[in-house]
């Protein structure tokens, strides 16, 4: 749209011209304006030349034609105009400075120059007027102190000037007046006043000693409304004080700043008053003693007016809070935890500390401000957003803006960076905000601006605080006196705090008025809240304390603010790693401290255990820096330089957090991300490939990159029987590993990581001795020395040897490996420059879907896949392993090279799967079979396939092992079904594991994947066993017995419950719902009693989980056709979770089917109910559609079901536009279904019964146990009529639903209202269509206009409608056409009828001219001057006549058919019926003050339109026509409008468009 506006409309130099009115209206500031004038102009200017330069980004105007407009001499000409004389000045400074035409100023140069000095110059006086305390220039300044001879002198302060006598300078120098308000004028500086010491308030009219307000004020808001009308010292009026106070001697010296007094002594100067002193370190006198004074020296005041305190710059306004004992509920402590601090003694005195000397003081009772005892509360406001209520909290201690995400989201701010933000916590710890940055302006402050705020997004900024009703502190302010006029908050909180503004700008800050007498403070907020206030409120109240009294006194806002940070600090390791010792730090790396005594491992205090006060060890140093300089060890253990003693025993250690490899990779690209710029059309949104945002095709062209890489990297060697790999470098590794480490090998990193595991247990070092003998028996690793010179030699020579750094992972489930040597390259930085290329594991799912489809299966495991891939001898310098069979820490290691590729390194999983595919490619023509099943059924190594035939099934195994064979890719095992499993592949005998479930090959069935129960943690990959077997439920609950569940246990119990077909999903989704309740909770504390007894009687069941079982096969013995299958999808949802199931039905030769669970699918939502009941409706397609993918031409038919007909309604009917949540996922479902199902005719989405639906029980908590998910249950077998033929399924179609005025009014709610319709949409004929495209298009939207018919319906033939005629139409020949309009459409008919009316008046005229008398009425005559001769002219005119005649006749049809009373509505001229629209001729299109024509095509829109009805002839052959000729195949809406430049249509007439559409 943007663009086509562009071409259609747009003129560059209009555009640019239009832009430049910003500052034309405004007027240029002169060098005296204030800055925050001043600034406010720059502000626009720049805005004008920031538009100018983003116009230059836009695709849809020409770069070409916008330079050089913009860049003209003309143009800059015309900008200079309105820039201010200064920058006009610095701006040729410049030009002349670089030698460039100061005269004729043209070029992009001279633009960016320009743009760049404006930019200065707005940010030099924005920055001024911001500033509360800005200061006039010095020049400025003395002059006009010189002029006025002022009191208090301004002298040129340096920058750096750090004395005290430059800096009272500074203190004494007046401020800018304060702008009076709007429709206000300020008092002239020089007006005489008529009291003695008048109050300088704007619009105060009396003495200031009557101002109760004054003194609420700042004293720097003191002197603005001072400024130039009184003194500072006796505060008369400043005309009697010019050359001096001339009240001095009067003045009481307790007004008088005793530090001012002390430098204004040395220069002659008089001193300030304590009032208008802005110093804070200078002393005031206590406010008793000023009120005591105040009374007997200025007229009219009384003390007992001022209720609050006089606010002075020395006294503090900060308010502290402290926190009651969460244990005994006291805030004075009762607990017997251990305390550092003294006994407490209550007859020791309150010390009273002089800051300044450091010294006790003794000090009077009167001189004493005891601390306020109430609670205190932030200083906050709630407000509006976009119809969101946001409680806003100013915080003077934050540097940085923050805002809830979800709110941010909701409100549209603008994204500035849509990646996450990591943001520091305390003890060195990073949480990452799961939300970007945004930016909007928020306004109107007090001076009309809005202020720009970007703010970091955050999951929760603070927790729900308590709801305050502030109706007794609004009370007791009303009764103060103070606001008597202003508007006051009625509430403050009630919900977590979603804004936080801190000091990033200043301006945004409420201003403090003054402190009520019960402590509370008064503030003045820029910004006005919801309830239309400026008003908010901070600091103690007894209000708080009440409310909070209600949280047992534990309730503190400290604990409330940044809990997210504070929480996942205190449940992350780092506070584990610290909690005991922090031993004295000493710097020795850049940003590295370790202790000073150089131990690693301290004893704890309070146990026997050791533990590490640093998760920096020697190595992690080293590592830091590439290089070793570390000390010997202290007990003089010698050998290589490895800084580690083995005297100091350590039985805790330090866990790394690692990052994926892919998380640290650096993108080519990544600088391009959002900079590109999509415009899609309403077809992309069913395209997958144009709804991927730009960072995931810059990921995925990546992938692509380096997956082409890895093939490359992998060579077939068929002669030798082997595959050759090369390490897929991505980036130059000799560059990129000397730079990282610092030298040319990691050998030391590599030898730490060997000596970790010398001190592995002994049964751990047997087992690694086992499988290293294993692998170079096989070949995959040789000593360096037995290589060949060759090999040798190119190890040697390369410019960086890399030792493999190595691990041992326990696998306890594993028979052939439960012991693997892993390699860590990460470690190295190796995985960082290796490609890892795109994920191209077949999903599991589908695989487990084909199987569950096939009477025969079997299974395999490729034998050390990883291991049989052969490195090139250029890898082999990669590939360095450091190991010694006596794994002694005294014995220094061996060098070994790796000769082949192992799990650990990135790029051997996509090496393994390319290798695998080649090889059986290489041989498709004599495997088919095996090509076929390594491509559509291998999971990295498992093999998981079969067929309906024994004997396929059979060769499949063949052909498998001969294949893979080629490559020297031997096979492990078969296990076949129906069969026992071989001894390796079963360790008791019975099950293999497969995909993430236990299979039993001999009876055919599978089961969770579940092991013993176990809460112990997992180490090196394996958990250490319970103290007796865990069988039944009993063992269970002894096994808790001991324990206290943590939501850590919980959590990590159910993430053992693997299930990825969802053949157990109701109890797997009863488990979410019951864990949903633990959301929020520290991970390792324990839970609620309740909580606890919920989880142990829920753990109690998982001893019946073994019992959980499912047939493998779905088709029954006497399925007609096992290649043919029926899927039965049905969903459901409710408020919160909703589900889908799918089924597989095949017809038994008993004319029934079958019915057995496929696949279900579960997940949380949080919509409305009519909402969820759709995204229901979505994943039941989604997951059809994963299973069609799966199973492909085996489904037969699919048919859905749901029990929501509002759901049904959105997704059948389209006539009316739906809201864009609702839209979006009727476009998908619909999408989704139709390649699912796309030759059933009808839309085949059908309702059903809510007690016939069977995902019901996927939506709501009930009592599911495992032992009601049995292979004989109803959720496993599904619903008696399920297997039924459709015809007789107990099922509702859209056609036969009927509505509810209420599920109507739901349906309504996300449609938009649609003023064309005459009735309502639920009545509308059900058949009519409303595609986006008409019957020629659907095959092929793109392509439409290639299929299009030009011209009219063919002669003869009669389109049949199917609308019904009025009931007041009569059939009357003598009101028929004389051309029929259907007969030969619309533009014939014209054409027809205008050559019978021109011969008509060609007659007519002929008899005019025989009788040689001028006749007026003759209309050849009039139209032959009409049209000035011209032919076209006139057969134009004729066309004109013969739309009339049409035009008449409906309008007689009208009157015959139409009541009086509607005809009134329109008027009759000349026989025809007129609807009068907006524009008519006494209301005409004008152009007033515009440069060019706005609207091209005004010629179109006509102030009248004939009328006709949507059931006559006209308007269907009209129709007809511009959906051939005029707007060909286009939809609903653009016809509609082309109609309606023509003609004004009655009686729906989108429905005769739809028609002919179809």
């Known amino acids: ?72 001499a003309e143009f800059l000409s015309k900008l200079m105009r309105y820039v201010p004389r200064r920058t006009i000045l610095h701006f040729r400074e410049k030009l002349v400075y670089l030698d460039l035409d100061e005269d004729r100023v043209k070029g992009e140069y001279a633009f960016s120059l320009l743009a760049k000095t404006i930019y200065t110059h707005f940010s030099s006086h924005n920055a001024t007027a911001r500033n509360e305390e800005s200061f006039a220039t010095a020049k400025d300044k003395e002059k006009s102190f010189a002029k006025k001879k002022a009191v208090h002198k301004i002298a040129e302060i340096s920058p750096a000037s750090d004395s005290e006598d430059e800096c009272m300078q500074v203190h004494f120098q007046t401020s800018s007046p304060m702008a009076p308000k709007k429709n206000e004028k300020m008092k002239s500086p020089n007006s005489k006043f008529k009291f003695e010491f008048p109050c300088t308030l704007t619009s105060h009219s009396h003495e200031i000693g009557e101002c109760a307000e004054f003194y609420t004020l700042t004293p720097a808001l003191r002197q603005k409304f001072g400024h130039k009308r009184v003194c500072f010292t006796c505060m008369g009026p400043k005309s009697e ?35 208008y002193c802005k110093k804070k370190q200078h002393e005031k006198p206590e406010n008793k003693t000023i009120l005591k004074v105040l009374e007997t020296y200025l007229k009219g005041f009384r003390s007992n007016k001022i209720q609050a305190p006089v606010k002075l710059a020395a006294h503090l306004e900060s308010i502290l809070h402290t926190k009651a004992c969460s244990e005994c509920k006291l805030k004075e402590c009762a607990c017997t935890v251990p305390s550092k601090s003294s006994p407490a003694d209550p007859t020791k005195e309150v010390p009273a500390i002089n800051t300044s000397t450091g010294k006790v003081m003794d000090i009077s009772e009167e001189n004493i401000v005891r601390e306020v005892a109430e609670d205190t509360f932030y200083v906050m406001q709630m407000l509006k957003l976009k119809g969101e209520d946001c409680l806003t909290m100013y915080d003077r201690g934050a540097n940085e803006d923050l805002i809830e995400g979800e709110l941010a989201e909701k409100i549209s701010a603008k994204v500035v960076n849509d990646k996450p933000a990591r943001l520091g916590v305390i003890g060195g710890g990073q949480i990452v905000t799961e939300y970007g940055k945004y930016k909007m302006m928020i306004g109107p402050t007090t001076r009309g601006l809005y202020h720009e705020v970007t703010a970091q997004g955050i999951n ?18 009303r009764k103060s006196g103070y606001l008597p006029k202003f508007v006051l908050p009625k509430y403050t909180g009630g919900q977590r705090v979603k804004l936080l503004i801190g000091l990033k700008d200043p301006e945004l800050e409420p201003q403090l008025l003054f402190t009520l007498p019960s402590g509370i403070g008064v503030y003045k907020s820029q910004l006005t809240d919801k309830f239309d206030s400026r008003i908010c409120y901070g600091g103690p109240h007894n209000l708080f304390s009440s409310i909070n009294k209600k949280f047992k006194g534990n309730f503190n806002h400290l604990n409330i603010f940044f809990t997210e940070m504070v929480n996942q600090y205190r449940n992350s390791l780092y506070p584990a790693l610290s909690r005991y010792l922090e031993p004295e730090l000493q710097e020795i790396f850049e940003n590295v ?85 999509n415009y899609r059309c309403s077809d992309c949104m069913n395209c997958k490939k144009c709804s991927v945002s730009d960072k995931v095709k810059m990921m995925s062209l990546q992938e692509q990159m380096e997956q082409e890489t890895i093939e490359k990297s992998v060579t077939l060697d068929l002669e030798n029987q082997q595959v050759l790999v090369d390490l897929p470098f991505i980036k130059p590794p000799i560059e990129y590993m000397r730079e990282k480490h610092g030298t040319d090998n990691n050998y030391y990193q590599a030898l730490r990581t060997y000596n970790s595991m010398c001190r592995k247990p002994g049964s751990l070092k ?95 495991d490729i034998s050390k896949l990883y291991n049989h891939l052969v490195l090139k001898d250029t890898a082999l310098p990669y590939g360095l392993f450091l190991y010694d069979d006596s794994l002694d820490l005294k014995v220094e290691p061996k060098v070994y090279v790796m000769m082949s590729a192992w799990y650990g390194v990135s790029s051997s999983g996509n090496q393994s799967g390319v ?17 076929k099943i390594i491509v559509q059924d291998k999971y990295v190594d498992d093999i998981f396939t079969g067929d309906n035939s024994k004997d396929v099934a059979d060769e499949q195994i063949s052909q498998v092992k001969v294949a893979l064979s080629a490559g020297n890719f031997p096979l492990k095992f078969v296990v076949r079904s129906g069969s026992k499993p071989p001894p390796e592949a079963s360790s008791d005998q019975e099950h293999v594991k497969i995909l993430g479930y236990k299979y039993a090959p001999e009876p055919d069935i599978v089961s969770p994947g579940f092991s013993e129960v176990n809460f112990n943690k997992r180490c090196r990959g394996a958990k250490a066993p319970n103290p007796f077997p865990v069988v039944s439920s009993e063992d269970i609950a002894k096994l808790l017995d001991s324990k206290n569940i943590s939501r850590r246990m919980v959590i990590s119990m159910l993430a053992q419950l693997f299930d990825p077909l969802g053949i157990w999903e109701p109890y797997k989704q009863q488990l979410k719902m019951d864990a949903q309740a633990l959301n929020g909770l520290d991970w390792d504390v324990a839970l609620e009693e309740e909580l606890q007894n919920l989880w142990k009687r829920r753990f109690q069941e998982f001893a019946d989980i073994p019992k959980m079982t499912a047939k493998r096969c779905i088709i029954p013995e006497d399925a007609v056709n096992p290649n043919r299958m029926r899927l039965i999808c049905v969903s459901d949802a409710a408020a919160k979770a909703g589900g889908c199931a799918i089924y597989g039905s095949f017809l038994k030769t008993d004319n029934t089917y079958s019915c057995t669970l496929l696949i279900a699918k579960s997940r949380r939502m949080k919509d409305s109910v009519p909402r969820n009941e759709l995204e229901g409706v979505r994943l039941m397609a989604e997951t059809a559609h994963d299973v069609k993918l799966s199973l492909g031409d085996m489904v037969d038919e699919v048919h859905f079901f749901t029990d929501s007909t509002i759901a049904m309604s959105w997704c059948h009917n389209l006539n009316k536009k739906l809201r864009l949540f609702v839209f979006n996922r009727v476009v998908q479902v619909r999408k989704l279904i139709e390649e699912v199902s796309p030759n059933q005719g009808e839309f085949p989405l059908y309702h059903i019964d809510g007690k016939h639906n069977i995902a ?13 998910l049995g292979p004989d249950s109803t959720w496993q077998n599904g619903l008696p009529w399920m297997k039924s033929p459709l015809s007789y399924m107990p099922i509702t179609r859209y056609t036969d639903i009927s509505v509810s005025r209420e599920d109507e009014n739901l349906i309504d709610a996300e449609c938009f209202p649609d003023p064309y319709f005459t009735a309502n949409i639920h009545t509308l004929d059900k058949e009519v269509s409303s595609s986006t495209y008409c019957h020629e298009c659907r095959a092929d939207p793109c392509n439409c206009l290639s299929v299009v018919q030009q011209g009219e319906p063919p002669s003869g033939s009669r389109r049949e409608m199917k609308i019904q005629p009025s009931h007041k139409s009569i059939k009357d020949d003598q009101h028929k056409s004389l051309v029929d309009i259907i007969k030969y459409g619309y533009l014939k008919s014209l054409k027809i009828m205008a050559k019978v009316i021109w011969f008509c008046e060609i007659l007519l005229h002929r008899r005019h001219l025989s009788t040689e008398q001028e006749n007026s009425s003759c209309k050849m005559c009039n139209m032959k001057k009409q049209a000035d001769g011209i032919d076209t002219e006139i057969a134009t005119l004729f066309i004109s006549e013969a739309k009339n005649y049409y035009f008449r006749l409906e309008s007689q049809r009208l009157q015959r058919v139409l009541p009086k009373k509607k005809l009134e509505s329109f008027y009759l001229k000349e026989g025809i019926y007129y609807q009068a629209g907006r524009l008519s001729e006494e209301t005409p299109i004008t152009f007033n003050d515009l440069d060019f024509n706005v609207f091209f095509d005004n010629y179109l829109i006509r102030s009248v339109l004939p009328v006709v009805q949507a059931d006559s002839e006209l308007y269907f052959a009209f129709v007809f026509h511009i959906h051939s000729n005029i707007r060909i195949h286009a939809g609903v809406e653009t016809t509609l409008k082309e109609v309606l430049t023509t003609m004004f249509v009655l009686k729906n007439p989108r429905r005769v468009i739809q028609e002919v559409r179809k």
């Open 1 to 72: 749209m943007k663009s086509w506006l562009i071409r259609r409309f747009g003129d560059i130099k209009v555009i640019t011209d239009n832009i430049l009115k910003i500052v034309q209206k405004e007027n240029i500031p002169d060098e005296s304006s204030s800055h925050m004038i001043i600034s406010d102009y720059y502000r626009k200017l720049n805005s004008v030349v920031k538009k100018m330069q983003e116009l230059l980004k836009s695709e849809d105007i020409s770069r070409q034609e916008l330079e050089e407009q913009i860049y003209s």
């Open 241 to 275: 004080c010019q050359k001096g106070c001339s009240k001095l001697n009067k003045i009481p010296k307790v007004l008088l700043c005793e530090h001012c007094k002390e430098w204004s002594d040395k220069k002659g100067l008089p001193p300030l008053n304590v009032l």
């Open 460 to 477: 929760h900024v603070t927790e729900k605080f308590p709801y305050y009703n502030l109706k007794e502190v609004n009370k007791e302010l």
């Open 593 to 677: 401290k370790c202790p000073t005594d150089k131990q690693f491992n301290i004893s704890s205090p309070y146990s026997e255990c050791k533990v590490q006060p640093t998760p920096l060890s020697h190595e992690d140093l080293h590592d830091l820096k590439g290089h070793d300089d570390l000390q010997e060890c202290p007990h003089g253990v010698k050998g290589t330089r490895v800084a580690t003693c083995n005297h100091v025993p350590s039985d805790a250690s330090v866990h790394k957090a690692k990052i994926p490899v892919q998380k640290l990779k650096e993108y080519f690209d990544q600088d391009d991300v959002g900079n590109t710029v």
């Open 766 to 860: 047997n087992g690694i001795r086992h499988i290293h003998e294993d692998m170079v028996k096989r070949g995959f690793l040789k000593e360096m020395k037995n290589l060949s010179k060759e090999q040798q030699d190119i190890i040697r020579n390369n410019g960086f040897k890399h030792y493999m750094n190595w691990r041992v992972v326990e696998k306890p489930d594993s028979l052939s490996t439960p012991v693997r040597l892993i390699v860590d390259p990460s470690m190295s930085g190796l995985n960082m420059i290796l490609a890892k290329g795109s994920n191209n594991f077949v999903k599991i799912n589908s695989i487990l879907l084909r199987n569950r489809c096939k009477k025969h299966v079997w299974t395999t």
């Open 915 to 931: 290798a695998l595919e080649e090889v059986c490619n290489n041989q498709k023509e004599a495997y088919p079979l095996a090509y």
């Open 1256 to 1268: 019901d029980i996927l939506t709501k908590p009930n009592s599911i146990t495992p032992l009601d």
